[in-house]
């Protein structure tokens, strides 16, 4: 399985505070993606990235940036926590391949009150 | 419009029977691949099944199967002889254009799969 590692596990934060959540992966895979799990709506996709300092927006990108400074790290960053940034956050590598898979990380639990 | 639809928030099947969860999926690319993932309640997701868009046949692994219907723009999961261990949300997704491309990946909302003793 890919060695993909997210910090932290869980995270309770209040309203306006920023949060940083970390992606490392020791695969050296190019591309990376954060997601969000939320109930009813599946998982979401609200950044991904084509290698060190190249990254686009997905679907539900408002109110967070990411960064890639070295291939293993995709840092996702809250910028001002709100109530509805409440969700399961998921980084994802995806595998060189035929098919070219995700394997997902073991995701980060927030909480913000 | 959605990428990936599944219809079926929650499904119940008794064990050793089998059951099919549905996707379907809208595209107008030619080269895309459909993925199917099972997260247990514990949360990791785990990959299950893949089928590329040139692939003729269906794609099978073990007790999964995936019944891909192209002209209807389908890509159902099939389980057979389910155990207990099904009991998990299951996800489909697309990943349109060619792989190794950095093309997005996109999922369905899920379906939650209880196996009844």
């Known amino acids: 399985d890919a060695g993909i590692t997210q910090s932290p596990r869980h995270k309770v934060t209040e309203t306006g505070t920023p949060v940083t959540l970390r992606c490392h992966q020791t695969e050296n895979h190019r591309y990376m993606y954060w997601y969000r799990q939320d109930p009813g709506h599946g998982l979401r996709l609200i950044h991904y990235?084509?290698?060190?300092?190249?990254?686009d927006k997905g679907e539900v990108s408002d109110g967070y940036s990411v960064s890639r400074s070295k291939t293993e790290d995709f840092l996702l960053t809250l910028e001002s926590a709100t109530s509805s940034q409440t969700s399961v956050y998921f980084c994802a590598i995806s595998e060189p391949g035929p098919y070219e898979k995700l394997f997902f990380g073991s995701g980060t639990q927030l909480s913000v009150l | 419009a959605q990428k990936i639809t599944q219809t079926q928030p929650g499904m119940f099947v008794q064990e050793k029977e089998a059951v099919t969860l549905d996707c379907t999926y809208d595209?107008?690319?030619?080269?895309?691949?459909l993925f199917w993932y099972k997260q247990p309640s514990s949360g990791e997701m785990i990959f299950l099944i893949y089928q590329g868009s040139y692939d003729e046949q269906n794609a099978t692994e073990g007790r999964y199967s995936l019944n891909f219907q192209k002209a209807r723009k389908s890509a159902n999961l099939v389980i057979s002889a389910s155990q207990l261990g099904d009991s998990a949300m299951y996800f489909c997704a697309m990943r349109e254009g060619l792989a190794n491309t950095g093309n997005q990946f996109y999922f369905g909302t899920g379906t939650s799969l209880t196996v009844i003793p």
């Open positions: 595209t107008s690319d030619q080269s895309y691949g």
């Open positions: 990235s084509y290698g060190v300092k190249d990254t």
